[in-house]
């Protein structure tokens, strides 16, 4: 017997053209960063850093091929990250392939044009957004973290039920679960912040007017570290949030990322 369904109004406008163009901004922004990343594939701690000092971490190639070192640890990594074969056959060493990249081909300041100019659209996206998000109390009503819900029981009952392939409260499917509030919270309030902050932190003229940047991160090599890892979460959770979107149901989830309105199980067939 097929299950019965309702719809419901789960995604306000604000929200919905955040997403839509965050989605745009971060992948152009992970690209064209991957791209900066290839001038020097490698990453130190404190306020200097270059070919000769000792990288926490390393994309490279060798003689063995391509591969990723963290710290004294390498992982061969070769065809895809280090060495990997261009466009026209030949075999090139870059920390990131093509693909990968914005521009395709090695062009440092292109890229850094492409970097700035959605650095922007992120930084003032975000910000219009939070105004909003007060105005509409959309951080109130579906972000706020209560006591129950941060309870190790209850946080692994959300997780089994995520195994489970089972994504929305009985009692309020229009509610977002704990998990959801806090890769949301983390996203919006410490990723994006963090990868904006230390990004200005790596401009010599930021530096110039906002000195205490440099003494907040340590100084302008930890910061790109730091920004470096903020993004590489910013990319897990992208993946993550694919992958749930494909077993949840994709046209659903899109239609509601489109519309604000989600196809949810009906209130009768609720235990």
Same mark, same amino acid.
Request: charged share 20%; net charge positive; hydrophobic share 50%.
């Given at each position: $017997? %097929?299950?019965?369904?309702?719809?419901?109004?789960?995604?306000?406008?604000?929200?919905?053209?955040?997403?839509?163009? &965050?989605?745009?901004?971060?992948?152009?922004?992970?690209? !064209?960063?991957? $791209?900066?990343?290839?001038?020097?594939?490698?990453?130190?701690?404190?306020?200097?850093? %270059?070919?000769?000092?000792?990288?926490?971490?390393?994309?490279?190639?060798?003689?063995?091929?391509?591969?990723?070192?963290?710290?004294?640890?390498?992982?061969?990594?070769?065809?895809?990250?280090?060495?990997?074969?261009?466009?026209?056959?030949?075999?090139?060493?870059?920390?990131?392939?093509?693909?990968?990249?914005?521009?395709? &081909?090695?062009?440092?300041?292109?890229?850094?044009?492409?970097?700035?100019?959605?650095?922007?659209?992120?930084?003032?996206?975000?910000?219009?957004?939070?105004?909003?998000?007060?105005? &509409?109390?959309?951080?109130?009503?579906?972000?706020?973290?209560?006591?129950?819900?941060? %309870?190790? %029981?209850?946080?692994?009952?959300?997780?089994?039920?995520?195994?489970?392939?089972?994504?929305?409260?009985?009692?309020?499917?229009?509610?977002?679960?704990?998990?959801?509030?806090? !890769?949301?919270?983390?996203?919006?309030?410490?990723?994006?912040?963090l990868v904006i902050f230390t990004g200005l932190t790596m401009s010599p003229g930021m530096d110039a007017a906002w000195g205490w940047?440099?003494?907040?991160?340590?100084?302008?090599?930890?910061?790109?570290?730091?920004?470096?890892?903020?993004?590489?979460?910013?990319?897990?959770?992208?993946?993550?949030?694919?992958?749930?979107?494909?077993? !949840?149901?994709?046209?659903?989830?899109?239609?509601?990322?489109?519309?604000?309105?989600?196809?949810?199980?009906?209130?009768?067939?609720?235990p």
């Amino acid at each position: $017997m %097929a299950r019965r369904t309702e719809l419901i109004y789960r995604h306000k406008l604000a929200t919905r053209i955040w997403h839509w163009l &965050n989605a745009l901004t971060i992948v152009v922004l992970l690209m !064209s960063g991957a $791209m900066i990343f290839n001038a020097h594939p490698r990453l130190y701690w404190g306020q200097y850093g %270059a070919n000769f000092d000792r990288p926490w971490l390393q994309i490279s190639a060798d003689a063995r091929g391509g591969y990723l070192k963290v710290g004294d640890r390498r992982f061969e990594t070769d065809g895809v990250l280090g060495r990997f074969k261009a466009k026209d056959g030949s075999l090139r060493n870059n920390a990131f392939p093509y693909w990968a990249t914005i521009p395709s &081909n090695y062009d440092l300041a292109h890229a850094r044009r492409w970097h700035l100019a959605f650095a922007l659209l992120l930084g003032f996206g975000l910000l219009g957004f939070m105004l909003v998000s007060l105005f &509409n109390r959309h951080f109130r009503k579906d972000l706020t973290l209560r006591r129950a819900e941060i %309870a190790p %029981a209850h946080v692994w009952h959300d997780v089994v039920e995520h195994l489970k392939l089972r994504f929305h409260n009985a009692e309020d499917p229009g509610a977002f679960n704990i998990l959801q509030k806090l !890769s949301y919270i983390g996203v919006i309030f410490v990723l994006i912040p963090l990868v904006i902050f230390t990004g200005l932190t790596m401009s010599p003229g930021m530096d110039a007017a906002w000195g205490w940047l440099l003494d907040l991160f340590g100084g302008r090599q930890s910061a790109r570290s730091i920004h470096f890892i903020a993004a590489a979460l910013l990319l897990l959770f992208i993946v993550v949030h694919l992958v749930l979107v494909l077993l !949840s149901g994709p046209i659903n989830g899109v239609r509601g990322m489109v519309t604000g309105w989600l196809r949810v199980p009906a209130k009768e067939e609720r235990p």
